[in-house]
């Protein structure tokens, strides 16, 4: 089994060969077709999370051993089963989800395994993606995908269920409102496309890059605004009558969510999901007499997973745009995606030309 791996945090991936892994218990072997490049694979590949004031959340220390395999947007055909395992047969092609939890702890008992403290996620705490093969622990983790071009399916597995369940927290919208997304790369634009069948506000895309804000109006936005100007805040107000309902920010830096934050209406919402890092000061008395909520959203659940699919597979969320490239090419589309080249999302094929 040949695949792509973290050798050392911060350098180069290095091509592997190991022996296919055999199945145990309920596990299921998938025979990757597709696995998409996450911009969380950056932060992964660096070895730390930046929390701000010279913090770092050192991922060694959170269990992550090298060498280690990347990947979480993982879509493959069911190539074995262990002895115990159900629900999938040998031929079976399947979306991989990835935000596994424990199966042990009160938390996953209660079905809540996103919230679990001791995850076993696929492409972040255990090998993922970036390969020929991978192992799924358990059949009900493996989605159809059933007339979706299996590398655009693959995206749906972060990219896509990030987006929707953000998107989910924003329910209480009406069509007066306005959403404000902040980054147009390949979650952002899940959102874009997403948007239409989860909320009824209006959609407003805020990105620095022309080139990404142009393919946000053809995706569906109502409007797009240059966040890097210096009246962008004044853009934004005028856009949405004194300010935007809610702010979904999908980059998670001190430009992105001060915008976010400050561009919003008495009562508006900001939804932190993007992990670029550092940290923000707050006003707490802004707080309470602006009234505004502040969260975090992080991927999605099993549950959620499912009800995107079903969406999808009906025809009612357009695909994203997405660039297939050979495994051997991981490398690059790290170093691609860190430069603010991909439009959409790369997709790794084992065995492309």
């Known amino acids: 089994m040949r695949c792509q791996q973290i050798i050392q945090f911060g350098e180069p991936l290095e091509a592997r060969e190991y022996p296919a892994p055999e ?87 209660a079905g809540k395994e996103l919230y679990c403290n001791s995850p076993v996620t696929l492409g972040t705490r255990y090998d993922g993606g970036y390969a020929e093969m991978v192992i799924a622990p358990h059949a009900k983790y493996l989605v159809p995908y059933d007339g979706v071009p299996k590398e655009l399916a693959c995206t749906y597995a972060c990219s896509g269920l990030t987006a929707y369940s953000a998107l989910k927290k924003l329910t209480h919208l009406t069509e007066d409102d306005h959403v404000v997304i902040i980054g147009a790369g390949g979650v952002g634009l899940s959102a874009v496309q997403i948007a239409s069948s989860v909320i009824k506000a209006k959609v407003i895309v805020a990105d620095i890059d022309e080139t990404k804000r142009s393919i946000a109006r053809q995706s569906g936005a109502d409007e797009t605004i240059d966040n890097g100007a210096e009246d962008a805040l004044a853009q934004l107000s005028a856009l ?94 790290l170093l691609d995606l860190r430069a603010g080249k991909i439009e959409g999302r790369v997709v790794l094929k084992p065995g492309a030309a």
């Open 23 to 109: 199945p145990q218990g309920s596990e299921v072997l998938i025979k990757i077709d597709a696995c998409g490049v996450c911009h969380s694979d950056l932060h992964l590949w660096d070895g730390y999370f930046d929390l701000g004031g010279g913090n770092k959340l050192d991922l060694e220390k959170r269990g992550i051993n090298l060498p280690f395999t990347l990947g979480h947007e993982i879509v493959g055909e069911v190539a074995a089963l262990g002895p115990d395992a159900e629900g999938v047969e040998v031929g079976d092609k399947r979306i991989v989800f990835p935000w596994i939890g424990c199966g042990e702890c009160a938390l996953c008992q």
């Open 240 to 333: 949405t009558g004194g300010g935007a309902a809610a702010a979904i920010d999908f980059v998670g830096a001190p430009v992105t969510a001060n915008f976010g934050i400050n561009g919003l209406r008495k009562g508006g919402t900001y939804v932190c999901v993007g992990l670029y890092g550092d940290a923000v000061p707050l006003s707490l008395p802004m707080l309470p007499l602006g009234m505004r909520t502040i969260m975090g959203s992080y991927v999605g659940t099993l549950e959620e997973m499912h009800e995107l699919m079903a969406l999808v597979r009906e025809g009612k969320i357009a695909p994203i745009p997405y660039e297939v490239r050979p495994l051997e090419d991981a490398n690059n589309a």
